[in-house]
């Protein structure tokens, strides 16, 4: 008769995740051993963008000697007898896959739509028309600027590496930056890394780099916008029914 594997129903193992065609991609996430391999793959699938069919899981000790390849869907992570500390890497078996080519990482290798200034201007509406229409309706509009310590007060209590909450949305995650972005407009701005891929870079803006994240994870907002506090990450398996 096969026995069964019973494990403490609070256990559970921070392990290190990393991707083998995302370089950048790091993250610390916490799982339950009762946690089957198919669902970790289902729950690194939202994070790395890499299918659950073209995923690969190898695990690696805190030495860095790999234990072995995560290669039954069904079996519960805890069968692997992993310990927090230890490294989960993502192999991405799709050679057309999304993560593919490196240009989640290096903007540079994605194409860019241009157009000529002489063809811009011949638009019947862009941007640049509008904003002299606006300015023309109200000149001194455009006078008006926010002061260079605009939200600093609001920072005081905000540090890097704090747990945050973002709204709208309730978006969770860890804080990177705190600072004056000239870049982004007069005063202070937190970036920050979200806990999903809800951002919209890698902690680089208008090539400058403010901060590092994976990619899709990164966000700069203004600090009325962040509260810390106890925001631990969301386990999107902890509602679902067994």
């Excluded at 899981?57 to 069904?74: A, F, M």
């Excluded at 941007?127 to 309706?137: A, G, L």
Aim: proline share 6%; glycine share 8%.
């Amino acid at each position: 008769m096969a026995s069964l594997l019973h494990l403490p129903a609070d256990d559970s193992v921070q392990l290190l995740v990393t991707h083998s065609n995302i370089k950048t991609f790091s993250a610390e996430i916490r799982f339950s051993l009762q946690t089957t391999v198919e669902a970790v793959k289902d729950k690194l699938w939202k994070k790395s963008g890499t299918a659950v069919d073209s995923m690969r899981l190898e695990l690696y000790d805190d030495t860095g000697s790999k234990v072995g390849d995560l290669n039954e869907d069904s079996r519960p992570l805890g069968f692997y007898s992993p310990n927090s500390g230890y490294r989960l890497h993502i192999v991405d078996l799709d050679p057309s896959s999304v993560t593919s080519g490196g240009w989640l990482e290096d903007t540079s290798l994605v194409e860019k739509y241009t157009i000529s200034d002489e063809a811009y201007n011949k638009l019947d509406s862009n941007f640049r028309k509008f904003k002299e229409k606006m300015v023309s309706q109200n000149p001194t509009a455009s006078s008006k600027k926010l002061p260079e310590n605009y939200m600093e007060d609001l920072c005081t209590n905000i540090k890097v590496g704090d747990r945050c909450e973002v709204e709208p949305g309730a978006k969770r995650g860890i804080v990177k930056f705190v600072g004056k972005a000239e870049a982004l407009g007069p005063g202070f701005w937190v970036g920050i890394q979200y806990d999903e891929p809800l951002g919209k870079h890698d902690g680089m803006v208008k090539g400058l780099r403010f901060f590092q994240c994976p990619p899709a994870h990164g966000g700069i907002v203004r600090p009325d916008k962040v509260k810390v506090g106890d925001f631990p990450e969301r386990d999107p398996f902890e509602e679902e029914e067994i």
